[in-house]
């Protein structure tokens, strides 16, 4: 097959959406499959598999920013890329964002009128989306255009749901579970002396909820002296607030460590105890639990939905009422506490995880791609009799 992935975010931003059309433009290649990935772009990208569609610019998005490009001359550089690549299947990744997405939408059947289009929703946001909200009886004119479609999660299918009605196929993005487990990971020399050590992973956003974390931790550590709380995540303003917080309050052992490499991230993984995550809401998967299920370490995440469709609770990890600092107190408290609690649901974290294999995703994909491409035939040969019995009847 000829595949197109369109991303609407920066392709040199890091963020979750760019991440997975990178793994799956290499599942696809490895598969003998030609992928070619559409997406704006602050800079020029050395990759002959990328096409950039676009200049970014900053935009705010659920309580976080999306660089995307709003340049809506975009589209006679979209027909031409398409009209010379004729894919067979063009699969757009958050399909009704501005404008990319919009674009390939509007000329990939021109381009080729047997081209399959999939759109794939990653996103919730738990108070609604303002932009579907608004824009519904204008978006429904390119939803039209999906032959498929796809949400991440159970949750993330339900949200786009309530604006554009319709079936859903779930197929949860993909994770490198051996970039994880492999035995060659050393853990980080700094921190493997003996405590216990709490992971964090993630932006210092407020909705990602790292300041209950931090009290909570407080009253973790108050209770058992032995515990370390390391926040892993890219340098900003609030990170910097947080850390001036803590000198000033004095509050031991929090270790604040900027942007490792993806390289390195699996060491800080190997080198805890125990995962947390904290979120106040707009999570439609969880990805970060995933990447720790994979490196198997017990998982305590805030009861969200988009957590609660990856986790359930007592077996492969915890689940802790949002913004409780003092439920999620005891909780950690329980774990730190208790070795033989942290193996069982590690255990049962890493067999879970397994769902989330890329070859296991890749196949899932593809098998989707493949019925939409029969379903498309056979309506292609339905219409062709159906014109040939007009012709005989005049």
């Given at each position: 097959m000829?595949i ?5 975010y920066d392709?040199?931003?890091?963020g ?8 799956l433009?290499?599942e696809?290649?490895?598969?003998d499959?030609?992928?070619?990935v559409l ?14 569609m ?6 705010p998005a659920s ?11 975009l589209g ?6 398409l ?11 958050e399909p009704l964002?501005p404008?990319l ?11 080729n ?7 794939t929703f990653?996103?919730?946001k738990?108070?609604?989306n303002?932009l ?5 009886r204008?978006?429904?004119?390119w939803f ?8 991440v ?6 949200y786009v749901?309530?604006y554009?009605?319709?079936?859903y ?10 970039r994880?487990d492999?035995p ?14 709490i992971?964090?992973v ?18 973790v550590?108050a209770?058992?002296?032995n515990t370390?709380l390391i926040i892993?995540?890219p340098?900003?303003?609030t990170?910097?607030?947080?850390e001036?917080s803590?000198?000033q309050?004095g509050q031991r052992?929090?270790?604040?460590v900027?942007?490792?490499?993806n ?7 190997r ?5 947390c ?5 707009h ?12 490196a198997?370490i017990p998982?305590?995440a ?13 077996v ?10 003092l439920g ?11 070795e033989?609690k ?5 255990a ?9 294999s ?6 899932q994909?593809?098998s ?21 019995r ?5």
């Amino acid at each position: 097959m000829k595949i197109a992935l369109v991303s609407p975010y920066d392709w040199l931003t890091p963020g979750g959406v760019n991440a997975h059309l990178g793994q799956l433009t290499r599942e696809f290649t490895a598969r003998d499959h030609e992928v070619r990935v559409l997406a704006p772009a602050n800079d020029r990208v050395d990759d002959p598999l990328v096409r950039v569609m676009g200049r970014p610019i900053s935009v705010p998005a659920s309580g976080s920013t999306a660089r995307i490009s709003l340049n809506p001359a975009l589209g006679r550089s979209v027909k031409r890329f398409l009209e010379e690549e004729r894919f067979d299947v063009v699969h757009v990744h958050e399909p009704l964002m501005p404008v990319l997405p919009i674009h390939v939408l509007r000329h990939s059947k021109s381009a080729n009128d047997r081209v399959i289009n999939v759109g794939t929703f990653h996103a919730t946001k738990d108070g609604g989306n303002r932009l579907y909200g608004y824009g519904r009886r204008l978006l429904k004119r390119w939803f039209r255009e999906l032959d498929g479609k796809i949400a991440v999660s159970p949750p993330a299918a339900r949200y786009v749901g309530k604006y554009f009605p319709g079936f859903y196929n779930v197929v949860p993005n993909g994770l490198d579970i051996e970039r994880f487990d492999s035995p060659h990971l050393e853990p980080i020399p700094e921190f493997d002396d003996g405590l216990i050590n709490i992971l964090y992973v993630g932006r210092a956003e407020k909705r990602k909820g790292l300041a209950y974390l931090i009290r909570a931790f407080g009253v973790v550590n108050a209770r058992d002296p032995n515990t370390r709380l390391i926040i892993v995540g890219p340098d900003s303003r609030t990170r910097r607030r947080y850390e001036a917080s803590i000198r000033q309050s004095g509050q031991r052992n929090v270790h604040f460590v900027v942007g490792p490499s993806n390289e390195e991230l699996p060491r800080y993984h190997r080198t805890a105890d125990i995962f947390c995550t904290p979120a106040l809401g707009h999570e439609s998967q969880g990805y970060v639990i995933l990447e720790a299920m994979a490196a198997g370490i017990p998982v305590v995440a805030s009861n969200i939905e988009g957590y609660a469709s990856v986790v359930t609770h007592g077996v492969d990890g915890l689940l802790v009422r949002p913004k409780d600092t003092l439920g999620l107190a005891d909780t950690l408290t329980e774990l730190v506490r208790n070795e033989a609690k942290r193996r069982s649901l590690a255990a049962a974290g890493r067999i879970r995880v397994e769902d989330y294999s890329w070859p296991r995703v890749t196949q899932q994909v593809l098998s989707y791609y493949e019925r939409l491409l029969d379903q498309h035939q056979t309506w292609e040969q339905a219409r062709a009799r159906a014109r040939l019995r007009r012709l005989m009847r005049a």
